[in-house]
């Protein structure tokens, strides 16, 4: 069975400045996705950004990029000039080519401090 | 674009009572659809998953149930709350590239 282990129950982050949090999988699949989820204080998951496995390009949307090491089975999230409105809770995710379910992990909580 | 709803937003109910939650999506046909619960401080929990109309996967057994009646309307039943379904449920559905995209979610309290 698949797991993802996120291994920092919080981080927190200078207004303006660069965080990366952490993300570990164990897979014996060739063909998956992974997520990153953002709960804000409102608890709506919201979707940040998604990578494709077979994709050797870093995901990136916005201010917010994916250091994907499929060969570590490691999915990071670097958010750059954080912002008060980045606090949230941070879950990653991962699921197979073709399956309908999700695993996630147990997440981060990012505190901005201004 | 799609949409996904829930409601109601927040209900407060006592132990024993019935509970009946609500999901919808609109802009899409034949989506996955799925239930889950969170509790508070915790991760997400997947209870019931859905391929189609009247297709009900169950992850985790308990006095919970969902059915499909439409194609994009998925519930979430109880005939008597327990302490325990206390949580936040939250509804998504499966969209491009195997992604879920998920409802605002229930606050559930029982009392």
């Known amino acids: 069975a698949q797991t993802v282990t996120q291994s920092q129950p919080e981080m927190s982050v200078q207004e303006a400045e660069t965080v990366t949090l952490s993300c570990t999988y164990d897979?014996?699949?060739?063909?998956?996705?992974l997520f990153w989820y953002k709960q804000p204080p409102s608890r709506q998951m919201i979707l940040v950004i998604r990578?494709?496995?077979?994709?050797?390009q870093n995901a990136t949307e916005n201010r917010f990029s994916v250091n994907f090491q499929k060969a570590a089975k490691s999915f990071s999230l670097k958010i750059s000039d954080s912002q008060l409105g980045d606090a949230a809770m941070y879950f990653c995710a991962y699921t197979n080519f073709g399956n309908e379910k999700l695993t996630f992990g147990t997440g981060t909580r990012l505190t901005i401090i201004p | 674009s799609q949409t996904i709803h829930q409601w109601p937003a927040t209900l407060v109910q006592p132990v024993g009572s019935p509970l009946s939650l609500e999901c919808t999506v609109e802009g899409t046909s034949n989506p996955n659809l799925y239930w889950y619960r969170q509790a508070a401080g915790r991760g997400l929990q997947l209870l019931f998953y859905s391929v189609g109309i009247g297709q009900i996967s169950s992850e985790v057994p308990q006095n919970l149930s969902a059915s499909r009646p439409q194609d994009r309307q998925f519930i979430l039943s109880s005939k008597k709350l327990l302490l325990s379904d206390s949580g936040f449920y939250l509804c998504a559905w499966t969209g491009q590239v195997e992604t879920q995209y998920f409802g605002p979610g229930t606050r559930l309290l029982v009392l």
């Open positions: 990578q494709e496995a077979y994709k050797q």
């Open positions: 897979t014996s699949e060739s063909d998956y996705y």
